[in-house]
């Protein structure tokens, strides 16, 4: 029986200190997060342990979801830079040259330092018992290191009282009559010893870079996520990390969420070294300083490859910021060059020139301005070049970046670079002939992919070739579960780790299952024969559907001041345009009735300056666009004015895809947001509806009121000057809803 008892608790004791372990397999997921909501602020930095899968176990793919959000302060109203670091730990023991005072005192080491070793008293008037008084003086620990071998161990103390102050002499009310001097007894000079701090070498390997949206407008439940691939740094995501997230920003502030996901099975080629070339961190490499240049810091770096690798790859990920001449860095485009062994094989610019077309719409600030390889919410782009051809195994390589040659002559601007660039190297291909599903864009209910989104037609995917060989055909099967799949054969030419996007053609959307929500697709039969790697051919992605409009309605579409820039039209599923208006004046509301055949739709509105139909920071006026009930009040589909660069809308006439999804909700916007005093409401509503609109002050006294009814669309212009500048609050009550905006009023 006591045998019995301690077998029982010998298997309780092994399973407390060995926690249930799931033996996975090929496909299978390890999730782990490392930071969680913290709360970013004021140029700091938010180290982590992230605790990962050991070596050993083959990942065909690793993802960082990358998300921010709002903290409980709120979103900064500023675009920032944040990177997030693997701080990894090489094994390579590098030391430097330091001094090793023979004391210390309150962790300085002072030449001299003077005092008392005996106690010593500070007097004062106590006026508790009307009579002098005394307390101990100051004191300060002494750390004495006195070890040759160990020169920063310390071996003793002393406790030091202060010395060269005066004592006070009081008479019997309290009064100062005289003083006497307290001097010092002791004093101590140091002396240093020259010695080494040896230290283990830690290299911050960049794998992600977003730059803050202008979040002003953002609730505290505010987030947003984006996906980055981060397979090819396999290597250093191993047991455990710390991973650092910093926070360039100089206000408070976003949050931070990173969830690593390892998803087994075999990569398109092995990773076998991560290797730092140049890492500028947060304060970046100087440019167009003549006394300090960046060709300083972007110098020829040689590293030895073994002959196990085979494959070689630059990851770099460059970032301008600053506006000296030119608006160098953030808003000038400059190229680089990259030398491989002396000799030039890679150009490109860093700049990025779709910011009209960020997943974040009508943020705070200048969303919409093109930048050096950024913009505000996004991504910073990370630039992957293939330099095997140029590598051989077993040598050495000399890898050297340049960049444009740049002067800047404006006083008080220091134009910079944040710059992380990394060597990968990997083994041979694992595979010969693989195709795989990199990205599903359209149909995906993923807020990033919006702009793309919801559709009813003609699905858009992005497959890679995976293999050695050259990709030149693959079938790609696709289709909502639970309906008939579509078929699609492509043709093409991808070397190998090149992707393409892909637009596929009709769809069945009758779904018999409860997935109808469920997109998949397939891709099969690279170059005519059987795929070697089954396990990337597949991607789902859940999906939002599009709405159901009536086959007659109301294009109610209001011009802005430079209505050269806009054009718009309906198109059909075959690419024909079905209704445009060509001729269109300024500020004018335009009022079109529309009849459609049962279809699917897509109505576009492209502005060639790239700034919507308002801009704050432009004279353009306000525009916007609606589709309106035709025969009667009310809206049915209301589109944001201040969209960037285009609106791609799809919607179906005559049948239905899944539940509609018609808008009936009231929408309410106030612009410009910020104002010098003038602004302008606009109010949709399902139906017509008395309103009264309220401007209250940040301490919530009212400032104005107006009533407004009889119509569902009510646009009402306000002047606040003569206020004062800071924030209020514009408030639109009815019987059925509150809506608030918060409006900026600027001095």
Known sequence: MNYMKKLITFIFTLTFLFPAVSFSGIGDTTSIRVHDAVHMSWWGEYKVWGVFPPAGTSYRRINLDFTLGCPPTGCSDWDYTVQVEALHKTGAIDSVVVMAPFYTISNTSPDTIFGNLNAVYVTFWNTTINATDSILANSSWVYIHNDPVNPFTV?????????????????????????????????????????????EVVERIELARVITPYGGYYNNSWRNTIRFDITDLAPILQDSVEIRAFYGGWSDGFSITLDFHFIEGTPPRTPVQVRNIYSSGPGGFPYGNVSNPIENYLVPKTFNLSSSEVNSMIRFIPTGHGAGTQNCAEFCLKNYRIKVDGIQQL??????????????????????????????????????????????????????????AYTNSVGGQNPNYIMAAQLITYSAPN??????????????????????NAICQNPVIVIKNTGSTPLTSATITYGIKGATPSVFNWTGNLDFNEMVQVQLGTIDWNSLTNESDRFYAYV??????????????????????????????????????????????IKDDQ????????????????????????????????????????????????????????????VIQYFEADFGTNIRFQFTVGYLLNTPQVESDS???????????????????????????????????????????????????????GNKAGIYHVTAVSNKFVLTRKLLVNP
Request: charged letters at 15%; aromatic letters at 14%; glycine letters at 8%.
């Open 347 to 404: 150009q490109r610019s860093v700049w990025k020139n779709d910011c009209g077309l960020n997943h974040l719409m009508h943020q705070a600030g200048t969303w919409i301005y093109d930048r050096a390889n950024w913009c505000p919410g996004d991504k910073a782009l990370i630039h992957e070049f293939e330099i095997t051809p140029f590598v051989t195994p077993g040598n050495g390589v000399t890898l050297d970046f340049d960049m444009d």
């Open 155 to 199: 071996t003793d103390s002393l406790l030091l009282y202060t010395g060269n102050y005066y004592n006070h002499i009081f008479d019997n009310t309290g009064a100062i009559i005289d003083s006497i001097y307290v001097g010092y007894a002791n004093a101590l000079i140091n002396s240093f010893t020259t010695t080494y701090n040896v230290f």
């Open 575 to 634: 690419g024909n345009t079905v209704f445009s208006n060509g001729t269109l004046a300024a500020n004018t509301i335009y009022r079109d009735t529309v009849t459609l055949a049962p279809g699917c739709y897509t109505f576009n509105v492209n502005d060639s300056g790239r700034d919507g139909l308002y801009f704050f920071a432009n004279n353009d006026g306000t525009g916007y666009t609606r589709f309106v009930n035709a025969f009667g009040p009310g």
């Open 431 to 452: 595979f010969s002939v693989d195709a795989s599903v990199e990205e599903i864009i359209a149909p995906n209910s993923d807020f990033y992919f919006n702009r793309s």
């Open 667 to 721: 929408r309410m916007e106030v612009f410009p947001n910020p104002t010098s005093g003038k602004f302008t409401l606009d109010l949709s509503m399902p139906s017509p509806e008395k309103v009264t609109i309220q401007i209250t002050d940040a301490l919530g006294r009212l400032v104005h009121s107006v009533e407004s009814e009889g119509t569902d669309n009510p646009v009402l212009d306000f002047d606040l000057k």
């Open 524 to 569: 099969s039969g690279p170059n005519g024969i059987q795929d070697q790697n089954a396990w990337n051919d597949t991607m789902t992605v859940k999906i939002n559907f599009p709405p159901q409009h009536p086959s007659t309605f109301v294009l109610l579409f209001k011009t802005n001041l430079a209505p050269f820039e806009t054009s718009y039209n």
